[in-house]
Protein backbone atom coordinates (compact mmCIF):
# COMPACT_ATOMS: atom_id res chain seq x y z
CA UNK A 1 0.00 0.00 0.00
CA UNK A 2 1.94 2.88 -0.87
CA UNK A 3 1.75 6.34 1.37
CA UNK A 4 0.76 9.58 -0.13
CA UNK A 5 2.61 12.42 0.64
CA UNK A 6 1.56 16.65 -0.28
CA UNK A 7 2.39 19.63 1.02
CA UNK A 8 0.88 23.04 0.78
CA UNK A 9 2.52 26.01 1.08
CA UNK A 10 0.83 29.39 3.09
CA UNK A 11 2.03 32.73 3.64
CA UNK A 12 2.73 34.42 6.82
CA UNK A 13 1.86 37.86 7.29
CA UNK A 14 4.64 39.25 9.73
CA UNK A 15 2.32 41.94 11.40
CA UNK A 16 -0.57 39.20 11.76
CA UNK A 17 1.04 36.33 12.18
CA UNK A 18 -1.60 33.92 13.77
CA UNK A 19 -4.01 34.80 10.87
CA UNK A 20 -2.19 31.74 8.88
CA UNK A 21 -3.91 29.38 10.99
CA UNK A 22 -7.37 30.73 9.42
CA UNK A 23 -6.23 29.82 6.26
CA UNK A 24 -5.35 26.18 7.17
CA UNK A 25 -9.01 25.98 9.28
CA UNK A 26 -10.68 27.01 6.20
CA UNK A 27 -8.94 24.10 4.18
CA UNK A 28 -10.20 21.81 6.26
CA UNK A 29 -13.76 23.15 6.82
CA UNK A 30 -14.38 23.50 3.35
CA UNK A 31 -13.90 19.81 2.70
CA UNK A 32 -14.64 17.47 5.75
CA UNK A 33 -16.62 15.10 3.92
CA UNK A 34 -13.57 14.46 1.62
CA UNK A 35 -11.39 13.45 4.25
CA UNK A 36 -13.61 11.21 6.13
CA UNK A 37 -12.87 9.27 2.71
CA UNK A 38 -8.98 9.05 3.77
CA UNK A 39 -7.43 6.50 6.08
CA UNK A 40 -4.37 7.26 8.42
CA UNK A 41 -4.36 10.76 8.04
CA UNK A 42 -1.41 12.37 9.42
CA UNK A 43 -0.67 16.64 8.79
CA UNK A 44 2.37 17.95 10.24
CA UNK A 45 3.63 21.72 10.02
CA UNK A 46 7.25 23.26 9.05
CA UNK A 47 8.00 26.73 9.71
CA UNK A 48 10.05 29.63 9.29
CA UNK A 49 12.54 30.65 11.38
CA UNK A 50 10.92 33.77 11.97
CA UNK A 51 7.70 31.87 13.02
CA UNK A 52 7.80 31.30 16.85
CA UNK A 53 5.82 28.32 17.80
CA UNK A 54 6.34 28.79 21.42
CA UNK A 55 5.55 32.42 21.27
CA UNK A 56 1.94 32.59 23.59
CA UNK A 57 -0.45 34.28 21.00
CA UNK A 58 0.90 31.67 18.67
CA UNK A 59 1.23 28.52 20.72
CA UNK A 60 -2.24 28.97 21.76
CA UNK A 61 -3.69 29.61 18.27
CA UNK A 62 -1.75 26.62 16.78
CA UNK A 63 -3.64 24.62 20.00
CA UNK A 64 -6.41 25.71 18.81
CA UNK A 65 -6.22 24.35 15.13
CA UNK A 66 -5.14 21.34 16.71
CA UNK A 67 -8.81 20.78 18.08
CA UNK A 68 -10.43 22.06 15.13
CA UNK A 69 -8.61 19.36 13.06
CA UNK A 70 -9.18 16.58 15.61
CA UNK A 71 -13.12 17.55 15.58
CA UNK A 72 -13.41 17.03 11.61
CA UNK A 73 -11.16 14.00 11.82
CA UNK A 74 -10.75 12.12 15.43
CA UNK A 75 -8.56 9.92 14.58
CA UNK A 76 -5.53 12.32 12.68
CA UNK A 77 -2.00 12.05 13.43
CA UNK A 78 -0.54 15.17 14.16
CA UNK A 79 3.37 15.54 13.95
CA UNK A 80 5.65 17.37 15.48
CA UNK A 81 6.12 20.80 14.14
CA UNK A 82 9.39 21.48 12.27
CA UNK A 83 11.85 24.39 11.60
CA UNK A 84 12.55 25.20 7.92
CA UNK A 85 16.02 26.50 6.78
CA UNK A 86 15.40 30.24 6.31
CA UNK A 87 17.15 30.03 2.54
CA UNK A 88 14.53 32.78 0.78
CA UNK A 89 14.18 35.05 3.68
CA UNK A 90 10.50 34.19 3.31
CA UNK A 91 8.25 33.41 6.08
CA UNK A 92 5.92 30.98 5.50
CA UNK A 93 4.41 27.78 7.00
CA UNK A 94 4.33 24.56 5.08
CA UNK A 95 1.57 22.05 5.49
CA UNK A 96 2.55 18.36 4.74
CA UNK A 97 -0.15 15.97 4.69
CA UNK A 98 0.21 11.81 4.52
CA UNK A 99 -2.36 8.94 3.94
CA UNK A 100 -2.57 6.08 2.87
CA UNK A 101 -3.45 4.40 -0.75
CA UNK A 102 -5.10 1.08 -0.29
CA UNK A 103 -5.09 0.14 -4.24
CA UNK A 104 -4.95 2.28 -8.14
CA UNK A 105 -8.59 3.16 -7.86
CA UNK A 106 -8.57 4.95 -4.41
CA UNK A 107 -4.76 6.43 -5.67
CA UNK A 108 -6.48 7.65 -8.75
CA UNK A 109 -9.02 9.57 -6.28
CA UNK A 110 -7.35 10.15 -3.59
CA UNK A 111 -4.84 12.07 -5.20
CA UNK A 112 -7.23 14.89 -6.38
CA UNK A 113 -8.44 15.52 -3.02
CA UNK A 114 -6.36 18.36 -2.12
CA UNK A 115 -6.28 19.06 -5.83
CA UNK A 116 -9.47 20.43 -5.81
CA UNK A 117 -8.42 23.44 -3.63
CA UNK A 118 -4.80 23.58 -5.52
CA UNK A 119 -5.74 22.86 -8.84
CA UNK A 120 -4.32 21.48 -12.25
CA UNK A 121 -5.88 22.27 -15.22
CA UNK A 122 -5.80 19.32 -17.22
CA UNK A 123 -5.91 18.75 -21.13
CA UNK A 124 -4.05 18.79 -24.08
CA UNK A 125 -2.51 22.08 -25.13
CA UNK A 126 -2.94 23.06 -28.85
CA UNK A 127 -0.08 24.39 -31.50
CA UNK A 128 -0.79 28.16 -30.12
CA UNK A 129 -0.22 26.75 -26.08
CA UNK A 130 -3.90 27.43 -24.85
CA UNK A 131 -6.37 24.58 -23.50
CA UNK A 132 -9.02 24.14 -26.20
CA UNK A 133 -12.73 24.51 -24.82
CA UNK A 134 -14.86 21.51 -24.41
CA UNK A 135 -17.60 21.56 -27.48
CA UNK A 136 -21.09 22.32 -26.62
CA UNK A 137 -23.12 19.38 -26.27
CA UNK A 138 -26.06 20.27 -29.31
CA UNK A 139 -29.28 20.75 -27.23
CA UNK A 140 -32.12 18.18 -27.01
CA UNK A 141 -34.89 18.88 -29.54
CA UNK A 142 -37.87 18.81 -27.64
CA UNK A 143 -41.02 16.82 -29.48
CA UNK A 144 -43.11 18.90 -31.57
CA UNK A 145 -47.23 18.08 -31.01
CA UNK A 146 -49.38 18.60 -33.83
CA UNK A 147 -51.66 21.64 -33.79
CA UNK A 148 -55.17 20.82 -32.63
CA UNK A 149 -57.27 21.49 -36.00
CA UNK A 150 -60.06 24.56 -35.27
CA UNK A 151 -63.13 24.11 -37.34
CA UNK A 152 -64.43 26.96 -38.92
CA UNK A 153 -67.67 28.73 -38.12
CA UNK A 154 -70.04 28.13 -40.58
CA UNK A 155 -71.33 31.85 -42.24
CA UNK A 156 -75.11 32.54 -42.80
CA UNK A 157 -75.57 34.43 -45.77
CA UNK A 158 -76.22 38.06 -44.86
CA UNK A 159 -79.58 39.31 -44.98
CA UNK A 160 -80.85 42.29 -46.88
CA UNK A 161 -80.83 45.53 -44.98
CA UNK A 162 -83.80 47.54 -44.51
CA UNK A 163 -84.17 50.87 -45.59
CA UNK A 164 -84.65 53.21 -42.42
CA UNK A 165 -87.58 54.82 -41.82
CA UNK A 166 -87.62 58.99 -42.28
CA UNK A 167 -88.27 60.91 -39.06
CA UNK A 168 -89.52 64.44 -39.27
CA UNK A 169 -86.99 66.60 -37.55
CA UNK A 170 -88.46 70.26 -36.48
CA UNK A 171 -85.49 72.68 -37.33
CA UNK A 172 -83.67 74.31 -34.35
CA UNK A 173 -83.07 77.70 -34.17
CA UNK A 174 -79.58 78.56 -32.31
CA UNK A 175 -79.62 81.40 -30.03
CA UNK A 176 -77.04 84.49 -30.48
CA UNK A 177 -74.15 83.95 -28.16
CA UNK A 178 -71.45 86.40 -27.38
CA UNK A 179 -67.84 85.47 -28.20
CA UNK A 180 -65.72 86.11 -24.98
CA UNK A 181 -61.52 86.23 -25.30
CA UNK A 182 -59.91 82.75 -24.40
CA UNK A 183 -58.03 83.15 -20.84
CA UNK A 184 -54.55 82.10 -21.34
CA UNK A 185 -53.45 79.11 -20.04
CA UNK A 186 -50.37 78.77 -18.38
CA UNK A 187 -48.03 75.84 -18.80
CA UNK A 188 -45.69 74.59 -16.53
CA UNK A 189 -43.21 72.17 -17.84
CA UNK A 190 -43.10 68.71 -15.99
CA UNK A 191 -39.33 67.64 -14.94
CA UNK A 192 -38.41 64.67 -16.91
CA UNK A 193 -38.34 61.20 -15.11
CA UNK A 194 -35.28 59.56 -14.18
CA UNK A 195 -35.79 56.05 -14.36
CA UNK A 196 -33.66 54.52 -11.15
CA UNK A 197 -32.09 51.59 -11.88
CA UNK A 198 -33.34 48.18 -9.59
CA UNK A 199 -30.42 46.52 -7.57
CA UNK A 200 -29.62 43.04 -8.93
CA UNK A 201 -29.71 40.08 -6.65
CA UNK A 202 -27.16 37.23 -6.13
CA UNK A 203 -29.85 34.11 -6.75
CA UNK A 204 -30.16 31.66 -3.77
CA UNK A 205 -26.64 29.45 -3.04
CA UNK A 206 -28.69 26.37 -2.64
CA UNK A 207 -30.19 26.61 -5.82
CA UNK A 208 -27.75 28.01 -8.54
CA UNK A 209 -23.95 29.01 -8.32
CA UNK A 210 -23.67 30.37 -12.08
CA UNK A 211 -23.79 33.60 -11.15
CA UNK A 212 -21.38 33.44 -8.42
CA UNK A 213 -18.93 31.82 -10.69
CA UNK A 214 -19.53 34.78 -12.61
CA UNK A 215 -19.19 37.48 -10.28
CA UNK A 216 -15.98 36.20 -8.74
CA UNK A 217 -14.08 35.73 -12.39
CA UNK A 218 -15.43 39.18 -13.04
CA UNK A 219 -13.47 40.30 -9.89
CA UNK A 220 -10.53 38.73 -11.09
CA UNK A 221 -10.10 39.31 -14.16
CA UNK A 222 -10.60 43.04 -13.44
CA UNK A 223 -8.23 43.18 -10.81
CA UNK A 224 -5.67 40.91 -12.71
CA UNK A 225 -5.64 44.10 -15.76
CA UNK A 226 -4.88 46.68 -13.31
CA UNK A 227 -2.34 44.74 -11.81
CA UNK A 228 -0.80 42.57 -15.02
CA UNK A 229 3.13 42.33 -14.93
CA UNK A 230 4.17 41.71 -18.12
CA UNK A 231 5.63 38.64 -19.32
CA UNK A 232 4.82 37.40 -15.70
CA UNK A 233 2.88 33.94 -14.99
CA UNK A 234 0.10 34.30 -12.05
CA UNK A 235 0.86 31.26 -9.69
CA UNK A 236 -1.35 32.13 -6.66
CA UNK A 237 -4.59 34.80 -6.38
CA UNK A 238 -5.49 35.52 -3.09
CA UNK A 239 -8.61 36.61 -1.82
CA UNK A 240 -9.32 39.16 0.83
CA UNK A 241 -13.18 39.57 1.44
CA UNK A 242 -14.04 42.91 3.20
CA UNK A 243 -17.19 41.84 5.84
CA UNK A 244 -19.13 38.65 6.82
CA UNK A 245 -21.73 38.69 3.57
CA UNK A 246 -18.57 38.28 0.97
CA UNK A 247 -16.64 35.61 3.05
CA UNK A 248 -19.67 33.89 2.99
CA UNK A 249 -19.80 34.08 -0.97
CA UNK A 250 -16.07 32.74 -0.92
CA UNK A 251 -16.68 30.12 0.86
CA UNK A 252 -19.44 28.92 -0.46
CA UNK A 253 -18.03 28.69 -4.25
CA UNK A 254 -14.98 26.63 -2.48
CA UNK A 255 -17.96 23.78 -1.18
CA UNK A 256 -19.84 23.82 -4.24
CA UNK A 257 -16.59 23.05 -6.00
CA UNK A 258 -16.43 19.60 -3.62
CA UNK A 259 -19.78 19.32 -2.81
CA UNK A 260 -21.71 20.22 -5.86
CA UNK A 261 -24.09 21.90 -3.64
CA UNK A 262 -26.63 22.47 -6.67
CA UNK A 263 -26.97 21.14 -10.34
CA UNK A 264 -25.26 23.66 -11.95
CA UNK A 265 -22.49 23.65 -9.63
CA UNK A 266 -18.48 22.53 -11.27
CA UNK A 267 -15.54 21.21 -9.70
CA UNK A 268 -12.70 23.06 -8.87
CA UNK A 269 -10.24 21.95 -12.17
CA UNK A 270 -13.72 22.75 -14.69
CA UNK A 271 -13.95 25.91 -12.74
CA UNK A 272 -9.97 27.09 -13.71
CA UNK A 273 -9.95 25.50 -17.12
CA UNK A 274 -13.39 26.68 -18.94
CA UNK A 275 -14.24 29.54 -16.29
CA UNK A 276 -11.03 31.30 -15.70
CA UNK A 277 -8.54 30.50 -18.07
CA UNK A 278 -10.37 31.91 -20.79
CA UNK A 279 -11.32 34.81 -18.96
CA UNK A 280 -8.04 36.17 -18.03
CA UNK A 281 -6.88 35.33 -21.69
CA UNK A 282 -8.96 38.02 -22.90
CA UNK A 283 -7.45 40.43 -20.58
CA UNK A 284 -3.93 39.36 -21.95
CA UNK A 285 -3.20 37.38 -18.17
CA UNK A 286 -1.68 34.42 -18.38
CA UNK A 287 -2.43 32.08 -15.55
CA UNK A 288 -0.45 29.07 -14.50
CA UNK A 289 -1.69 25.29 -14.70
CA UNK A 290 -1.38 24.48 -11.04
CA UNK A 291 -2.37 28.07 -9.65
CA UNK A 292 -3.06 28.42 -6.06
CA UNK A 293 -6.06 30.08 -4.06
CA UNK A 294 -5.67 31.31 -0.59
CA UNK A 295 -8.31 33.19 1.58
CA UNK A 296 -6.63 36.22 3.74
CA UNK A 297 -9.66 37.78 5.68
CA UNK A 298 -10.33 39.07 9.35
CA UNK A 299 -13.87 39.14 8.83
CA UNK A 300 -16.53 36.85 10.75
CA UNK A 301 -19.21 35.16 9.58
CA UNK A 302 -22.63 34.83 10.96
CA UNK A 303 -25.91 32.71 10.38
CA UNK A 304 -27.42 35.91 8.82
CA UNK A 305 -24.90 35.67 6.53
CA UNK A 306 -25.53 32.31 5.72
CA UNK A 307 -29.38 32.76 5.57
CA UNK A 308 -29.16 36.24 3.47
CA UNK A 309 -27.24 34.34 0.54
CA UNK A 310 -28.99 31.23 0.62
CA UNK A 311 -32.58 33.21 0.27
CA UNK A 312 -31.45 35.07 -2.48
CA UNK A 313 -31.32 38.56 -0.48
CA UNK A 314 -27.30 39.48 -1.17
CA UNK A 315 -26.83 42.61 -3.64
CA UNK A 316 -24.56 41.99 -6.25
CA UNK A 317 -22.68 45.41 -4.91
CA UNK A 318 -22.49 44.02 -1.13
CA UNK A 319 -19.95 41.36 -2.29
CA UNK A 320 -16.26 43.16 -1.70
CA UNK A 321 -13.63 41.37 -2.34
CA UNK A 322 -9.63 42.85 -2.64
CA UNK A 323 -7.54 40.63 -5.03
CA UNK A 324 -3.90 40.06 -5.22
CA UNK A 325 -1.49 37.68 -7.24
CA UNK A 326 1.99 36.40 -6.70
CA UNK A 327 3.80 36.03 -9.95
Known amino acids: ?46 VSPDFDIQQQKIAKRYQQFCQTVRYSVPDVHILAVKTLENDDNVNKLILTIQYLIHDDNDEKNQGSFFGRLFPTFVGKKTEKG ?14 TQPKPSVPKPSVSP ?22 TPPKP ?16 YLPSSQHSMQAFYRLLVEKIAQS ?5 QPNQVINTIILKPHDGISRVFVEQIFVSFSQKSTD ?9 FEWLKPA ?24 DDVN ?8 VEQIQIDIDFKW
Open 158 to 179: QAKPQSPTPVNVAPVTPKPVQA
Open 130 to 143: DYPLPKPTAPTPLP
Open 280 to 303: LQKVGVIIADDTAFELRTKAKTTA
Open 1 to 46: MPYMNQQHTFSVDNRYPTDVFDELETFFSAYTSSIDNIQNLSIGLQ
Open 308 to 315: ALANGQVK
Open 185 to 200: ISVQPTPQSIATPQPQ
Open 264 to 272: DSVDMVSFG
Open 224 to 228: AKTKN
